[in-house]
């Protein structure tokens, strides 16, 4: 219970963080086929159009595993208060979304990147909040 109370906002944030990835990761290996013919439209006219297959599977291995190593982290919080873990995950989703909000702003979708920063603030206070 003391772990709890000493880290509640890391523990609130890598639920965010887990939350975020894991779905998005998922939902990219689910609808693969989906999620890929629409990235194809959104970067046609970019000089991502040929790597788009490429570029989405980063991006999901990407998403992966910043939220495996947060669920893990969440998990290292609890039982022994250490966070490297949590901290390598909070990491990955930083760089995962500055990756998306690159290829928002590449593909001129001004307000899809407004979108992504909402969710890198966030996370760049979860890094902060995990520097030792």
Request: with cysteine; charged share 10%.
């Amino acid at each position: 219970m003391e772990n709890i109370t000493q880290h509640i906002s890391e523990l609130l944030l890598l639920l965010f963080v887990i939350i975020t990835f894991l779905q998005s990761g998922i939902d990219k290996m689910i609808d693969w086929k989906g999620n890929l013919d629409w990235l194809k439209g959104h970067f046609s006219k970019t000089p991502f159009k040929n790597m788009v297959p490429v570029l989405l599977f980063t991006v999901l291995v990407m998403e992966v595993m910043a939220g495996v190593l947060s669920t893990i982290g969440f998990v290292q919080i609890l039982l022994q208060g250490e966070s490297s873990f949590a901290f390598a995950g909070s990491v990955l989703a930083c760089i995962s979304l500055l990756m998306l909000l690159f290829g928002q702003r590449i593909a001129k979708d001004y307000v899809g990147a407004k979108t992504i920063v909402i969710y890198l603030i966030p996370a760049v206070f979860l890094v902060f909040l995990l520097q030792n």
